[in-house]
């Protein structure tokens, strides 16, 4: 099995920036460089939204069009531990941030994930 957990959610302002890490562990033999990974947000009575996602090497990477150019996704294998840097937060950002693994190819849809984190919140208010 493989446990991601999610840091770094918060209550910030408008224009506000954040940083969330998502760190992985267990049967990471290769590391996170193993896995396909991606960032997803829910609000309540929503379905899981896709956000962005990264491919195993880190070459690759894919935006939902409602946060391109303001989010950021990385991932350190070395240190197993995936990254997504938001900046320019709008209130419509607000939502509990998931992050998910695949051992296989990049993916924008939730359903192909086969590790989930437990979610960490992002509050964006005035």
């Known amino acids: 099995q493989v446990q991601l957990v999610e840091s770094g959610g918060g209550l910030v302002l408008p224009g506000d920036s954040l940083r969330l890490s998502c760190a992985a562990s267990g049967r990471t033999s290769s590391g996170s460089g193993a896995f396909a990974m991606g960032w997803f947000r829910q609000t309540p009575g929503k379905g899981r939204e896709f956000v962005a996602s990264?491919?195993?090497?880190?070459?690759?990477?894919f935006y939902a069009s409602s946060v391109r150019g303001r989010f950021t996704i990385s991932k350190d294998n070395a240190k197993n531990t995936m990254y997504l840097q938001m900046n320019s937060l709008k209130p419509e950002d607000t939502a509990v941030y998931y992050c998910?693994?695949?051992?296989?190819?990049?993916?924008?849809?939730?359903?192909?994930?086969?590790?989930w984190g437990q979610g960490t919140q992002v509050t964006v208010s005035s």
């Open positions: 990264i491919s195993r090497s880190g070459t690759n990477t």
């Open positions: 998910a693994a695949r051992p296989v190819g990049i993916s924008t849809t939730a359903s192909e994930y086969d590790y």
